[in-house]
């Protein structure tokens, strides 16, 4: 079974500074893709940013990127410019490739990110 | 517009009462999820459906039962025999091939159970 992690369960920048949140996994698969999923107070789940196994080149959505290393088995969000409205929950999720593709999410336990103005 | 509508946002039950989660979809989407969420647990999976009239249990199904009649609608039921049933619960839902954009999230039901 998959398994995620994310060792920070709190973290703060500095309004327009630059954070990284961390996770790593396991997995003894070779195909599957990655998320990065925001949630704000609202609770809303928000899909921050995706990387799919195979692509080398890491996945960059805006202020929002990603340093996929396959080998170490880590994927850790970079978010650039700090804003208050970053301020949410964050997980990463990994989702197996298997079959349809429509297989589950496994979430890590996620990092409560805090925006310091 | 489309997406998928929880309701109610908040319930409240007595111990020892079941309970049914609503979740409907128009995404067209043939797979559909519900995960429970505690604080510092993260999402964890109950079931899950890939079609209509099949489902399967998830890491934590204890408690729970599912029904899988409609394409759109997934709900889930919360039984007396769960034993903490008070969390945050959200239903998600996917398209075959399009694994990549991971899952739709519903907004939520908070169940408070006294």
């Known amino acids: 079974a998959q398994t995620v992690t994310q060792s920070q369960p709190e973290m703060s920048v500095q309004e327009a500074e630059t954070v990284t949140l961390s996770c790593t996994y396991d997995?003894?698969?070779?195909?599957?893709?990655l998320f990065w999923y925001k949630q704000p107070p609202s609770r809303q789940m928000i899909l921050v940013i995706r990387?799919?196994?195979?692509?080398?080149q890491n996945a960059t959505e805006n202020r929002f990127s990603v340093n996929f290393q396959k080998a170490a088995k880590s994927f850790s969000l970079k978010i650039s410019d700090s804003q208050l409205g970053d301020a949410a929950m964050y997980f990463c999720?990994?989702?197996?490739?298997?079959?349809?593709?429509?297989?589950?999410?496994?979430f890590g336990k996620g990092t409560r990110l805090s925006v310091i103005a | 517009d489309g997406g998928i509508t929880q309701s109610p946002k908040y319930l409240f039950r007595k111990e020892g009462q079941n309970v049914t989660l609503s979740c409907e979809q128009n995404?067209?989407?043939?797979?559909m999820y519900w995960y429970r969420q505690d604080p510092g647990q993260g999402l964890r999976l109950i079931y899950y459906?890939?079609?209509?009239?099949?489902?399967q249990k998830g890491d934590i199904a204890e408690g729970y039962s599912v029904s899988r009649e409609k394409k759109e609608s997934f709900p889930l039921t919360v039984t007396s025999a769960q034993k903490n049933p008070t969390a945050f619960y959200l239903c998600?839902?996917?398209?075959?091939?399009?694994?990549?954009?991971?899952?739709?999230f519903g907004p939520g039901t908070r169940l408070t159970v006294t």
């Open positions: 459906s890939q079609i209509v009239n099949d489902f």
């Open positions: 999720a990994y989702r197996s490739r298997a079959g349809t593709g429509n297989t589950p999410l496994v």
């Open positions: 998600a839902s996917s398209r075959p091939g399009q694994g990549a954009y991971g899952q739709y």
């Open positions: 997995t003894s698969e070779s195909d599957y893709y």
């Open positions: 995404l067209n989407h043939d797979a």
């Open positions: 990387q799919e196994a195979y692509k080398q």
